[in-house]
Structure formats: C-alpha cells, structure tokens
C-alpha cells in the first residue's frame, strides 16, 4: 500500500512536469511555413500570391522556366519571418528587388541572389505599385492617400510626395511622363474613373484622362497606344470597357464595351510583339489590338476554377494564368502556350495575384 | 510532442489500472436503490467549486482554457475568445445561462472574454448531442452557466484584484432575505491598460524587438441582480437581471502598419429572466420567460465604418417532468422565440421566430442497464425542420457501477445565423441549416464510495458528421464574403479526463486533468483543384492538455496549471501552422481571520516561464505576469 502511495504520488508530478518540460522557451513562436523553399536564381518567374488581409500569410514564390518546378515562401526560408500583410507588387530596380507590402505599409528591398532582407522601407501608408523612372527616381502608388510617394533609389528611402487629389494605382512609363490609374474611391472619396499624367521631370500632375469606373490595368502597343481596362466599379456601377489612349495628346481613341455590367474584367496585358491582348473576365479574353470589339467567344474557359490574374511571359511568350480557387486555400498557376494548350500547372500561395519575370 | 501526449496517455492507464484493482480487493459489493439520475447517459463535465472559487476575477475562457476539454479560441486577455469543442465552430457551442441561450442571434457565438466568473455559480459542459437536452444547434457541445441561491441568510463580500499592465478588478456580493424573499447583487467594474510588452517575431529578420502591445486596453461595467421568492412548500420564483456594458479598443496583428486608435467596440446586454418552479412529489414544472436586449458598436476609422447592431430577443420556456416510477421518468417541453435585429449591415429589420416541442424519456430496463430517449422538432419561421431524435445508454460494467459504458447517438443541426442570411452585402436568405450526425462510445469510473482516494475519470471516442456546414468566402469576384453551405466536415477524437481528491492528511491533492486528441477533416472536393479534403480545420489543434494540482494546508493553498495547445494549422491547405506552446501559472493563497472577518488573499503567476507565445497568428500575448486578490468577508456576525 505504501509504495502504492508513493508510485501515485510520483506518477502524479510527473503528470504535470512532463508537459512543463515541453516549452518553448526563445523557440519559433510566429506562425511556420512547411513549404519554404530558398531562391535559386535563373530564368523564370517570381508569383506574388497576396494571402488573406490582416492575416499576414502573402508570400513570394519563384517559378523555374528550366525545372518547371515552383519553390514557395522564398522571403520566409532564407529571412525566417513573415513578409507582411498583403504583398501586392515588386520590381526589380538596380541591383535590388522591392516587394510592396501594401497593409503592413512597407517595401522589401531584398538581395537578387538568395533574398535576404536588405532594407524595410517605411513612411508610406498603402503602398500598391513602383514605376521606376531612373537609376536614382521610382514612384510608388497609394491606395489610402492620396499621393504617389517618390522612392530614392539610392538611399532607398521616400524622399517627396506627388499630390495626386485621388488614391491612385497602376502606373506606366511613357517617355518623360506616367500614367496612373485612379482605381479606386474606398478610402479617398473622389471619382475613380480617371487616368492621371504626371511629368516626372517636375514631379507635378499635368492632366487627367476620363476612362472608365475602376481602371485596373494598362500597357503600351507597338504602336504606342495605351491601353487602358476599366472594370465598371466596385457595385457594378458601369458596364465594363478597353480603353485606347493616345500618350502623346491624352486623348481617347477607341472605347470597346464589354457584353454586359458583370464581367468585372481585369489583368490586362500584352504579348510580346505588342500586337495582342489578354484579359481576365471569368475567362480568358484574348483579342488582336486591331479588333473593334470585345470578342464573345473566351480563348480559355475557365470551367470551376477562378481566375484571378495573368501575365504573359515577355521571352517565351507563354501566359501565366492564376486560380485563386476560393482565395482561402493555396491557388494554383497554369501555364498556357499562346494556342490556349496548358503546359503544366503549380501550386503556389493564398491568392496568387502578380508575376514578375526574371 | 506526440511522445509527450503517449506517455500522458501510459500515465493515466496505469493510474486507473492499479487504482481498479485496489477498488475489486476492497470494496465490499453493496446495492442500493438510487433515485435515476436525469442526466445518466449524457457526456457532462463538471467545474467544481473550488475551481470557481480560484478563479473568481478571471473570465470564463481562462478558466475554460485551464479546466475543461473546450479549445478557446483568444485574442488575448479583453480580446474575443470563443469556444470549440470536438473539432466543431464557435458557432457550435452554445452558451446557456440559467438553461436560456445567450449566444447572439447575429453572430450565433459567444465571445466568453465578457463572462465574468464571479457571476457564475455553475458551469457545466454538455459534450455533442448531450447539449440537445437543452436546445438544438450545439453540434459541438453547450456551455451551461447559472446562478444559484446563495445558502447563507445574508452576506456581503468584496474582492479587491491588482494584476498587471494596470489591471484592476473590483466586485461586490450582497444578499439579504426578508420573509419569503431573497435578494443577492453583484457588481464588478474590471479595467485594464492592457500595455504588455513583447517581443515582434515580425518585422526584423535576426531579432525579436520588445514593443509594448498597443490598442488592447478594455473596461466592463456589470450588474447582476438575483431575487428569488419561495412562494410556499410547492412554488418557487428567481428574478435575475444582467445588465453589461464592455468597451474595448481592437488591436491589430503586429504584420499590419500601425493605426493607432483605428479599431473599437462597445457591447452592452441586458439579460432578464423569470422563472417559476412547482415540484410536487411526482412532477416538476418549470416556466420560464426571458428577454435579451444587445447591443454592440463597432467602428473601425480609417475604413469609415461605424456599425450599430440592435437585438431583442423574447423567449418563453416551458418545461415539465413526471416521475412515473423508481425506474421511469419523463419530460416534455416546449419553447418559443422571437428575435428582431435592427443593424446597419442589414438592409431592413430582420426577424426570425422559432418553435420547438421535445419530449424524452429516461428508463432503467435492466438494474445495469440505463436508456434515454428524446425526441424534438422545431419550426422556424413556420418551416418545419428535420426531426431530431437521440438515443443515449449507459451499462454498468461492475455491480457496484463504478464502472460503465455510455454511448449516445443523435442527429442536430445548427440554424444559419441572422448575418449568415442577412448582412449587407453577401448574406445568403437561402442557406439551409447545418446537419450533424454524432455518436459517441465511452467509458466511466467513478469511485462509489468516500475514500482516501477519489477518483472520476472519463474516456470517450466521438464522431460527428456534419453536412451543409456554412462556409464564408468572398465571391467569385473577391468583392465581399458570402456564405453557403459548401463544407462536410467529419471529426472524430478522444476526450480523457480525471478528477481526482487524495486526502493525506494534513495534506489535501486534488487534481484535474484533460487530454482531447481532436481530428477534424473537410470532406471532399468543391472545385477541380481544392486540395482542402482530408485537411484538418484551422485553428482546430489535434493535441491539447491541461491539468491542475492543488495542494491544501491548514488554511494554505497551492495550485499550478499546466496548459498545453497543440500545433494548430491557419490556412485550409494545411501547408502553415501556428507552433505548440506550454502554459503554466502558479496560485498560492490563505484565508484567515482579521476582526472577526474572514479574509483571503491569493497570488497568481500566470505564464510563470515566461514563454513567448501567439495563439492566433501575429496576435502577441503577454509573458510572466502577476494578479493579487484580496477577499474580504464582511457579513457580520
């Protein structure tokens, strides 16, 4: 009975002491990846997947065009910590690649060879999308104030602001000037179907170009048109409409309308003899810049994926198309060939949402 | 950590083994003739008083998070916390206080960081389909909370609480009788600054900065006044009125840029309830009549949201029970409620009215052998919903029936909540409500007679089913969330405890332990490349521990917590988790006489190792802290 007693008593302790001996006292106690993989530079291409808001789960994946194989999380695997809250953009810009965390209000600058961290740029407060415009000047959109910030490429630190009276978005280089999409009128309560011009020899706003409710995207034709997709606003206010844009006199050339209100489409983009569009709209669009209207028939159906967003491959010519699935899980990345024949798909992070080749 | 959970798993089997045969050579068999226990067969975890008593200052998810087998689910301490059990939502849980539910119509939870422990008496958790006793829609298990008639005449008790980060706690009791009536009210006014610091694992690659947690401050004001009246032998009457008002700043995860000040809540309820009882020799007749009034402010600046959502609620219970035999007893009920929100996320006012009938009967066939029977259906704004059946049975193993096996089966749903079908934009008017299927096996040890050593302990596997689990998602156009009855979930686990009393005297243990192994699997593929079948929920952790130990001296008392959460996944494709992270709080008091008065002061160390920890990812909790409570017995003499 007495070593009965003892034996319990013992048993007991080391009922409670087991458990103390677990902890994880100076240990990893943020929230772990189990599919971290570190950068291997080559040819290929980075996939920003843009995570849930406020959860900080967005993450950088790195696509090999000679392996076909996606490595995932290549901020966290070598930096073993979050990238932020809600990664939406990056540039490659000197001898450095910025990513822009738009909800932790921040810009990774991180090393091309293996992305270490190299420097977190602050002082901005909704950071969406860089245009580089030399070797020492980038300018960086704001979605919840109304400004473009100036990056110093040098010193790597915001140096001045463009008052921009709109929160503003998408942004393109045409000679001395940029184009910028006012995309959006959640935050900064002013009309959102604008394109704006600013001279970036002076940093000053110069003109503004009406478009659409909500453009979301644009790129430069071989014949130096601008193109312009606007989605029709945040309620479906508008139907949706392509946009031609002549940057030399500001002015509107050609308004093609979408079938109807609902299509919301977006990720406009070209290929690389700047001769054919692309876009998002349920499913792929793809149309020939000499058309004179939107076509009916999409090039790629979408089936029960969702798409998300699309980016053509500037060397292969190839479109790189997401499907965010149900923005809550890992999406996924097709590749198609430019007949509309898929290539091979991978899985990437929550909501894969921007490509930038390298 | 599996190791760990095994090896606690060999600690408490040989425990109970070398304990049974202790019991089989000592014992000397003895039948008696028990009255039947209403709630045999039923899955019930109990908090005991001591515990309460212990935890008198603290919120209800603290102390559900250290005592029971409930996953909470916290945002930090004035943070929102709900409760998960066996894999299912927060949603899942009901919260009964005083047998009426307070989980909001709105919302369908409860967030337990605004129960405060010292309004509570009771508190009992139903496990799975035990809860359908009470009402449906716990798929996961209830809550019950309630108020009891303190047994003293009169008293008047206040307890004084200094914690850190400027957390200060004050509460009143006062009871008086007069005649036939009794009075008791309690007040508590709780406040905190809340500015812990702790180390950002966020920002900087090879370092850690210690910041001080900003916008987590709160404040609650509460009121619970009781009357109860013994009308005569038969009748009996309890008045109880809740009135709270809780104000709290929302602080953001620290991977987010700073918005100082952006983020608040203001809630404040307003609970009453009146209840008339009349027993007689063979029956019990309970009517009770509630009314619920919340509301809650929210605003967020820098988004230009300020949201005010108002929500009555008019209930009306009626419950009798008859006592057949020795052998048979039953039960038939009724309920009818109607709740109409007023919210600015609502395009108009919403209302929803519910009935239900339920009947159950409790029966021993055999001397071993015990039967439960309840049946119930329910209309919801006039649609009659699925009928809902449950069978649970309980065999004594051993003749004294230290030892017996229990199982249960039944079918619940769980209704969509009013911002499910109706918030704007996105709610869904169409949603079904949300099927489960459960059954369960388990298996009891009780020690039957007061010994040196008492022993409970429990070990039940579970299995529960649920089909049209509602899901929210943003729409294909990712512009707002919506819901939709998209997910099959299936959870199955193991849920062990033990409670146990040692008196070696002048020493007194107690111990209290529970270890919940919890699988819980989306089923099946919604779209071509959705890889979440087969993965486990979020936030759902497959391992987690707690126990307990008091040690009591005289009039001395030490106890430590031992807390343990699992890994718990955050996203659905199960490819990132939270880590596993061990608590443990030291509490050392004494209670003794001071003028004639009796006085108790307690300290607690909570988080005594000073671990780093988030439970939700880039939610920051605070290390090592310290709480001081003074008790003052003022009831004279």
């Known amino acids: 009975m007495r070593s009965f007693k003892h034996t319990f008593i013992f048993r007991l302790m080391l009922l409670l002491i087991i458990p103390m001996l677990s902890c994880n006292k100076g240990s990893d106690f943020g929230e772990q990846s189990t599919d971290a993989s570190n950068y291997i530079p080559a040819k290929g291409v980075f996939i920003i997947s843009e995570g849930n808001f406020t959860w900080g789960n967005g993450i950088v994946s790195f696509y090999n065009f000679n392996t076909h194989a996606i490595a995932n999380d290549i901020f966290y695997a070598v930096n073993k910590r979050p990238l932020g809250d809600v990664p939406i953009s990056m540039q490659q810009m000197n001898n450095l690649i910025y990513i822009v965390v738009n909800n932790s209000g921040k810009i990774e600058a991180v090393s091309p060879f293996d992305f270490t961290s190299v420097k977190t740029i602050t002082g901005m407060t909704s950071p969406r999308f860089i245009q580089q415009i030399n070797a020492n000047k980038a300018y960086v959109s704001d979605l919840r104030s109304p400004v473009i910030n100036i990056l110093n490429l040098q010193t790597n630190t915001i140096t001045g602001q463009i008052n921009t009276i709109k929160s503003t978005d998408r942004m393109l280089l045409y000679n001395n000037l940029v184009f910028v999409c006012n995309w959006s009128q959640y935050y900064v309560h002013q009309n959102n179907n604008t394109v704006q011009v600013i001279n970036t020899n002076t940093d000053k706003l110069i003109d503004s170009i009406v478009v659409g409710k909500e453009p979301n995207s644009m790129v430069l034709d071989k014949n130096n048109k601008l193109w312009v997709l606007c989605s029709g606003g945040y309620y479906n206010e508008e139907i949706p409409s392509l946009i031609c844009i002549n940057p030399n006199t500001h002015s509107v050339e050609k308004t093609l309308l979408f079938a109807n209100k609902y299509l919301s489409p977006t990720s406009l983009d070209i290929n690389t003899t700047k001769d054919t569009l692309y876009c998002v709209s349920n499913d792929i669009y793809k149309m020939s810049i000499n058309e004179t209207a939107i076509p009916s028939i999409p090039f790629i159906k979408k089936g029960t994926r969702l798409f998300y967003s699309l980016a053509v491959s500037p060397s292969t010519n190839e479109i790189f198309i997401s499907d965010a699935i149900d923005y809550t899980q890992n999406g996924f990345v097709f590749r198609y060939n430019s007949n509309g024949n898929v290539l091979d798909s991978v899985r990437a992070g929550i909501t894969p949402s921007w490509f930038s080749f390298n | ?637």
Do not use: C
């Not at chain 2, 600690?11 to 709630?39: G, M, W, Y």
């Not at chain 2, 987590?216 to 009748?235: D, F, P, R, T």
């Not at chain 2, 991977?255 to 100082?260: I, M």
């Not at chain 2, 009938?357 to 699925?386: H, V």
């Open chain 2, 1 to 637: 950590m599996f190791f760990h959970t095994l090896l606690l798993i060999l600690i408490f089997t040989k425990v109970n083994a070398q304990h049974l045969k202790d019991t089989f050579q000592l014992n000397s068999i003895s039948i008696t003739s028990e009255r039947l226990d209403p709630q045999h067969s039923l899955k019930k975890t109990n908090i005991d008083s001591i515990t309460i008593a212990e935890n008198i200052s603290s919120t209800l998810s603290d102390l559900l998070a250290s005592h029971s087998p409930v996953f909470i689910k916290t945002y930090g301490q004035g943070g929102l916390a709900t409760a998960s059990f066996r894999g299912t939502g927060a949603t899942h849980t009901l919260v009964n206080w005083n047998g009426m539910e307070i989980n909001s119509p709105m919302i369908g939870q409860q967030d337990f960081s605004m129960l405060n422990v010292f309004f509570i008496d009771n508190i009992n958790l139903l496990h799975g389909g035990s809860s359908l006793v009470n009402s449906s829609g716990g798929l996961g298990g209830s809550i019950n909370i309630s108020n009891i008639k303190d047994k003293e005449k009169s008293h008047l008790e206040y307890i004084q609480e200094l914690g850190s980060f400027s957390t200060y706690g004050s509460f009143v009791k006062a009871g008086f009788k007069i005649g036939k009536w009794y009075s008791d009210t309690r007040l508590a006014f709780v406040t905190s600054a809340n500015d812990f610091p702790f180390k950002n694992n966020a920002i900087e690659t090879g370092s850690y900065p210690t910041q001080t947690r900003e916008d987590a401050n709160y404040k609650q004001y509460s009121v619970l006044q009781e009357i109860y009246g013994e009308l005569n032998k038969h009748n009996e009457i309890a008045i109880r009125v809740w009135l709270q008002d809780n104000n709290r700043a929302i602080p953001q995860p620290i991977v987010v840029q700073p918005l100082p000040g952006n983020e608040a809540q203001d809630n404040r309820f307003a609970r009453s309830l009146v209840e008339w009882k009349n027993t007689g020799d063979k029956h019990k007749l309970k009517v009770k009549l509630a009314w619920f009034y919340d509301y809650l402010n929210y605003t967020n600046k820098i988004a230009a949201i300020n949201s005010v959502n108002k929500v009555n609620s008019l209930t009306g219970n009626i419950n009798y029970n008859y006592i057949l035999s020795e052998k048979v007893m039953f039960n038939v009920g009724s309920s009818i409620e109607d709740n109409r929100v007023n919210s600015s996320n609502y395009s108009d006012l919403k209302e929803r009215k519910q009935f239900a009938l339920f009947a159950s009967i409790n029966a021993q066939i055999t001397k071993r052998l015990l039967s439960f029977i309840m049946l119930r259906q329910e209309l919801t704004d006039n649609n009659l919903l699925p009928f809902l059946p449950s069978l649970g049975l309980e065999y004594a193993l051993l003749k004294d029936k230290s030892i017996s096996l229990k199982t249960q089966i039944s079918k619940n749903y769980h209704q969509p909540t009013l911002n499910d079908l109706y918030w704007y934009p996105g709610g869904n008017p169409n949603l079904l409500p949300e099927q489960g299927f459960s059954a369960e096996v388990g298996l009891k040890y009780e020690t039957k007679k007061e010994r040196k050593l008492n022993i409970t302990s429990e070990l039940t596997y579970f299995f529960t089913n649920i089909n049209n689990w509602i899901l929210w998602q943003p729409d294909p156009l990712y512009r707002y969330w919506s819901p939709s009855n998209l997910k099959k979930v299936l959870s199955q686990g193991i849920e062990s405890s033990i409670s146990l009393i040692y008196n070696l005297k002048p020493l007194t243990f107690r111990l209290n332990a529970n270890y919940t192994y919890t699988s819980a699997h989306n089923q099946g593929q919604i779209t071509i490349n959705d890889n979440t079948d087969g993965k486990q929920l979020i936030y759902i952790p497959e391992h987690s521990f707690n126990s307990s130990l008091r040690t009591e001296w005289k009039t001395y008392y030490l106890s430590f917590y031992v807390h343990y959460t699992g890994n718990r996944f955050t996203n659905t494709s199960n490819t990132r988790y939270m880590p596993y992270y061990t608590l443990t709080d030291v509490i050392a008091g004494r209670s003794f006489k001071f003028k004639e008065k009796k006085v108790a002061i307690q300290l607690s160390i909570n988080n005594i190792f000073d671990i780093d920890y988030q439970a939700i990812a880039w939610q920051p909790m605070p290390g090592r802290n310290y709480q001081l409570l003074i008790r003052f017995d003022l009831t004279s003499k």
